[in-house]
């Protein structure tokens, strides 16, 4: 054990910010026993360091108490010790949660930049229980949550505070290719009881940068095998339901496959997996979609979580707007099968299979990072052996080359799909799809300023109906009978770009601001493997913010923002004008508090995607506050609440959405969570359908008033037994219930000053005012456990049940939502068992 100390307070002489960034690893002999003890041999001849600053919520501030730690490394792991001191070790809490859930409690994480580039890395943090949690960095200020490495850590409460003992496997890491190495390196300590944060060495948050503020560990010799190998073979049974031609059953099925990992330098590493199964994710929340663009989901399948930060490349994300979009959507990959509507029937899958995935990624030298991903995708049928999702091939490069010591960097990014189209699909899927370009950072002054930028261009080729198809559809709508865009149905491709400048001063001092020009072109496609709402685009945006870091007798923290865009399509039409102004407190009790506004369609605007192809409808103004508060998580009770208003069309359309959750924690071991959305929304332009009249040769294009209910539950019950063994129950009941009246359809002038002069009466066939009713119960029940570090068993059961009618339900909440147990359940049942082996 550590000598006892007189007080477990920072010592004077720590209390200097003028102190040593760099310390030197001790080459362990013998590999210490992981117990959260410094008792070994290699601990007694490490130097300790303590010289931890606070840096949350005072930058650079003393810190209450001491901390220390030391570093050691053999063939096969660098070891960390950290004594985090406290003189009320009874307070200190061993909460335990679900690993890479934090739990409210104290936290103790190490930092690794192994390449030493100053922008990518590792986190390894802990609690005192044992939860572990990782992350992955990227880009210097950017952390990937979804990265899962396999290591060990040991934690220890005793009577001069807690401990923590970690061993991370070299293989785990990358190495550049010399003989003795320098790592970026960084120590942080959370004292969750008074919300404060201390580190080594000190990080300012002022500062617009993580990694390269991080200090180093020199002396690193052997770092094991340059060749690391690893394979986690898995075994899954699966008993499903099935659907026959006259009745239900059920299926078992059996298969098996592999992830394998190997070192291909020391800084490049190949990951496969051969046909992988992610039986034990969580199934996509219920939506009910009844605008112009696609739903996103998030990406949950690990194979493809783990790492995505490599392959990124966003389109139209600046601080003003971010809404995911970029070149590559990985949910393409085994997506559900797009004509599973034309020829599926109830035994279709629901999902494509993958046959198979590989990544490459890591460093080449110090200076160049690299990310490439293949998958392929297995034929999909639907009755009478038509194809509902051909034979597809997905790749993704992406390169950055670095300058200044990654402050700067030029990058590059090619995506392709190539799908084996027959007769089913050649009309209706494109048969390839090419994207490629070129992107840039450079950030200056003390790394507080920043200014990027891309250029990217798209190809996309197939028969003339399946381009003619892509030209009308949503993200393009060339066939608008106002616009300049034509549908040339000769076409067998489509061509399109993408320009994006962006700069800004993102952290020194409380200012902050950017600004950024965004444009994608007509033609512009990437949704064979990314994500694109809409093409024909361009937007000028704005953000200004004070960021008040410092606490006052009021918070801990307080950030104003004031934000202005403007959009139009290429053609110039304008599409919003908008102003926006937010603030969000945290005081000192941990409460928070957020609260804005936007006011929008300022001017002359107009939508040009409202009517599906149809004529630009003009825009009225609209107002949209919102507000939050959420409580503070240390207590067994953390309640909090959400709430959002909007108004536009002259008060004809207006919208309610509040949602409250609560979560108690029964014990250190049981955690319940609920979180409840209802909202009201009468919406007086919902597009119901364009109508052909085929005696006038009109198209008639129909709104009507919409009014909709819709009420979303979400349980969650966990229990922790330990860090590696837990019980998990999600449920999301979801009943949307929608009411249609005033039909209308756009006047001769669409493009009108008042709102009334913009629809005229019209009379649409009676099944586009049926209303609807939309019914789901979604539940995921799952065991985990990690039996040994990177080995685990699953126990899955999945449920889901649907029921969709073309009338409302005039029913209450009360009767609907046990109804949804009455709806025929599709259950699965799953048993997955793997191994992780390594060399």
């Not at 990694?211 to 690193?220: A, N, P």
């Not at 207006?654 to 250190?668: F, G, I, K, N």
Request: proline letters at 5%.
């Amino acid at each position: 054990m550590a000598p006892m100390l007189a007080s477990a307070q920072a010592p004077q002489s720590a209390l200097s910010s003028d102190y040593m960034t760099s310390v030197a690893a001790t080459h362990a002999d013998h590999p210490p026993v992981l117990d959260g003890r410094d008792d070994d041999a290699v601990w007694r001849k490490a130097p300790a360091v303590t010289h931890f600053r606070e840096f949350d919520p005072v930058e650079d501030g003393d810190p209450r108490f001491r901390t220390e730690f030391k570093v050691a490394y053999d063939s096969r792991n660098i070891y960390v010790f950290i004594r985090a001191f406290d003189p009320e070790p009874a307070l200190i809490r061993k909460t335990l949660a679900r690993r890479d859930v934090r739990p409210p409690t104290d936290q103790l994480k190490v930092m690794i930049d192994s390449y030493h580039d100053g922008r990518s890395g590792f986190e390894f943090a802990v609690s005192p229980g044992g939860v572990k949690r990782d992350y992955a960095m990227y880009d210097d200020t950017n952390e990937d949550p979804t990265w899962d490495g396999v290591w060990d850590v040991a934690t220890s409460v005793d009577s001069l505070g807690w401990t923590a003992e970690f061993a991370i496997p070299m293989s785990q890491l990358g190495f550049t290719n010399t003989t003795v190495h320098t790592i970026g390196f960084g120590i942080w300590r959370d004292i969750d009881r008074f919300k404060e944060r201390v580190s080594w060495p000190v990080f300012r948050p002022s500062r617009n940068a993580t990694v390269s503020q991080l200090g180093t560990v020199t002396g690193i010799g052997d770092v094991g095998s340059t060749h690391p190998l690893e394979v986690v073979p898995y075994v899954v049974t699966k008993n499903v339901s099935t659907v026959g031609a006259s009745s239900y059953g059920r299926a078992q099925r059996l298969s098996a496959g592999a992830d394998l990992k190997v070192g291909v330098t020391p800084s490049l590493r190949l990951t496969a997996a051969v046909n992988p199964d992610f039986g034990q994710v969580e199934a996509d929340p219920s939506v009910l979609n009844l605008g112009t663009f696609e739903t996103f989901f998030n990406e949950q399948r690990p194979f493809f979580v783990e790492g995505q930060g490599r392959y990124a490349f966003s389109i139209n994300c600046n601080v003003v707007n971010c809404s995911s979009e970029g070149l590559f959507y990985s949910r393409r990959i085994g997506r559900t099968p797009q004509l599973i509507g034309n020829y599926g029937d109830p035994s279709s899958p629901t999902a494509t299979t993958i046959l198979g995935a590989t990544k490459l990624s890591g460093r080449i030298g110090k200076s160049l990072s690299v990310g490439v991903l293949d998958a392929v995708t297995e034929r999909a049928t639907g009755s009478l052996d038509r194809t509902i999702e051909p034979t597809t091939n997905y790749g993704v490069a992406r390169v950055q080359r670095e300058f200044r010591d990654g402050k700067s960097y030029i990058g590059a990014v090619l995506t392709s799909v190539d799908r084996n189209t027959d007769s089913w699909t050649s009309d209706v899927l494109r048969r390839t799809a090419t994207v490629g370009g070129v992107d840039f950072a450079h950030r200056f002054l003390n790394d507080n300023y920043r200014i990027s930028g891309s250029l990217t261009g798209s190809d996309v080729t197939g028969t003339a109906a399946a381009i003619t198809q892509t030209q009308m559809s949503a993200v393009h709508y060339y066939q608008r009978p106002d616009g300049k865009l034509r549908v040339d149905s000769s076409l067998t491709s489509l061509t399109g770009n993408a320009e994006e400048l962006l700069a800004g001063k993102y952290g020194g001092g409380i200012t902050r601001f950017e600004t950024s020009y965004q444009r994608q072109s007509a033609g512009y496609e990437i949704n064979d493997i990314g994500y694109l709402r809409r093409a024909d685009e361009q937007s000028w945006s704005n953000w200004g913010a004070l960021a008040f870091l410092k606490p006052t007798w009021l918070y801990n923290r307080l950030n104003v923002n004031g934000n202005f865009w403007n959009t139009w399509n290429t053609d110039g039409l304008a599409l919003e004008h908008a102003i926006n102004s937010n603030v969000h407190f945290v005081f000192h009790n941990n409460w928070g508090f957020n609260a804005g506004s936007t006011l929008g369609q300022l001017g002359s605007t107009y939508c040009d995607r409202c009517a599906r192809g149809g004529p630009a409808v003009r825009q009225s103004p609209y107002l949209s506050p919102w507000m939050s508060i959420s409580g503070d998580d240390r207590r067994r009770i953390t309640p909090s609440i959400s709430m959002n208003y909007f108004r536009a069309d002259e008060g004809r359309t207006h919208r309610l959405s509040v949602e409250p959750t609560l979560d108690v924690r029964a014990s250190s071991q049981l955690l319940f969570s609920l979180d409840v959305t209802a909202s009201h929304n009468d919406d007086n332009t919902q597009w119901i359908g364009n109508f052909h009249d085929t005696a006038t040769s009109a198209m008639h294009y129909a709104f009507a008033h919409l009014h909709q209910n819709t009420l979303v539950t979400a349980v969650r019950a966990t229990y922790i037994a330990t860090p590696a063994l837990s019980f998990q129950f999600y449920a999301q009941p979801f009943v949307s219930n929608g009411s249609y009246s005033d039909p209308r359809e756009l006047s001769a002038d669409p493009r009108a000053a008042r709102y009334s002069g913009r629809y005229v009466a019209y009379t649409p066939p009676a099944s586009a005012m049926s209303g609807f009713s939309d019914r789901e119960f979604k539940s995921n029940t799952v065991v985990r456990w990690e039996y040994r570090p990177g080995s685990t068993l699953f126990l899955v059961w999945t449920q889901g049940r649907q029921r969709y009618d073309n009338a409302p339900d005039a029913r209450g909440w009360t009767q609907t939502y046990p109804d949804l147990l009455q709806i025929r359940p599709d259950n699965t049942f799953l048993v997955k068992f793997s191994y992780w082996l390594n060399r």
